[in-house]
């Protein structure tokens, strides 16, 4: 069964939320809920007639987690995350000030904590739509930056670590670029260098791009 993954561009850091579906399953997963996500991606959801299994979160950054609460109160799906960004993603109120100094017009509805329902730690594994996902955490950009790895597919979702011909910031409270350099070389490039890495921003790339081209992340 192929796995279809479609990018959709929501919010207004212009965060890409990834809809996966498989042919002949009744089932879809979503990696990441950037805020429009709830709208926007579950009328696309229901008028398919599919049912959201689970939501992955790449890591708990408001851009990548705005809609979540409103995504699992709605469809019951189960949500994934790694726990060094625990709270950011189920106790947002807390970090609330820090965003809203960024971005000063958005409301209350904006900033909902959403309970966690699996921990995810490196080397896990999540079935998802028939297939086996691989966790792979990958700190720096955040304390809890996990990526997604589906071997069968030659691809991975790999959130804010690595973008075409960039890396993620480290300069947010919790960054830390020794970490994230350590990441990118010990659990990205020792993906096979034809794995499609689907970046929280931007286009598209593949291991074997970054590792020849990439300007910050060498491989060692
Ligand atoms: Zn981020
Ligand atoms: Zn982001």
């Known amino acids: 069964m192929s796995l279809r993954v ?18 002949g ?15 926007h991606l579950l ?19 408001w851009d990548h987690m705005c809609d979540a609460a409103a995504i699992r109160e709605a469809t019951g799906c189960q949500v994934l995350a790694h726990r060094d960004d625990q709270l950011m993603i189920e106790e947002i109120e807390r970090v609330r000030a820090r965003y809203q100094a960024m971005i000063p017009w958005l409301s209350d509805a904006d900033f909902r904590g959403c309970k966690v329902d699996r921990w995810l730690a490196d080397g896990d594994s999540v079935e998802v739509l028939g297939r086996r996902l691989e966790a792979r955490h990958v ?12 071997p069968a597919d030659r691809l991975a979702f790999v959130g804010d670590a690595i973008f075409q011909g960039s890396v993620g910031r480290t300069d947010l409270p919790g960054g830390d670029w020794g970490a994230l350099l350590g990441s990118i070389r010990s659990r990205i490039y020792t993906l096979p260098p034809d794995t499609h ?3 929280g921003h931007g286009e598209p790339t593949s291991v074997g791009e ?5 300007p910050y992340a060498k491989p060692a």
């Open 43 to 61: 009328d696309e959801i229901r008028s398919r007639g599919l049912r959201l299994a689970q939501l992955l979160l790449t890591h708990g950054h």
């Open 210 to 214: 970054e590792m020849r081209s990439n």
């Open 6 to 23: 479609e990018s959709v561009c929501l919010g207004p850091f212009e965060t890409n939320a990834y809809l996966l579906t498989a042919e």
């Open 25 to 39: 399953s009744p089932d879809c997963a979503l990696v990441d809920a950037p805020k429009g996500a709830a709208g």
């Open 139 to 150: 700190p720096g950009h955040c304390p809890g930056s996990l990526l997604f790895h589906s």
């Open 197 to 199: 890495l689907l970046p």
